[in-house]
């Protein structure tokens, strides 16, 4: 079983910059987390879960056209992290954001808790 916690989410002003991290711990190995594509969502009240980007085990990365130029997603895989970097924040960029390997999300298993982003002045 592979846990993913994901930090970093907080309030903060349209304009700002927050980085999200997301650990994967558990029955796993830098060699495996390694192989993931791993990938984040978020999700409003009442809406569904939306991809915002994804990163291959090559780093090829993959951004929602919302936030392309202005999030940016990258990897540990010697500390099992993947992370979210969030400029010039949008008051429609709140939401609670989540990760996971991308073939767990496709499959709807295995989330973690989240972490709340709020931008507001």
């Known amino acids: 079983q592979v846990q993913l916690v994901e930090s970093g989410g907080g309030l903060v002003q349209p304009g700002g910059s927050l980085r999200l991290s997301c650990a994967a711990s558990?029955?796993?190995?830098?060699?495996?987390?390694?192989?993931?594509?791993m990938a984040w969502y978020r999700q409003t009240p009442g809406k569904q879960r939306e991809f915002v980007a994804d990163?291959?085990?090559?780093?090829?990365?993959n951004y929602a056209d919302s936030v392309k130029g202005r999030f940016t997603i990258s990897r540990d895989n010697a500390k099992n992290t993947v992370y979210l970097q969030m400029n010039s924040l949008k008051p429609e960029d709140t939401a609670v954001y989540y990760c996971?390997?991308?073939?767990?999300?496709?499959?709807?298993?295995?989330w973690g808790q989240g972490t709340q982003v709020a931008v507001s002045s």
């Open positions: 996971n390997r991308a073939i767990w999300a496709r499959q709807n298993t295995n």
């Open positions: 558990g029955s796993i190995s830098g060699l495996i987390f390694s192989g993931y594509t």
């Open positions: 990163i291959t085990s090559g780093g090829r990365t």
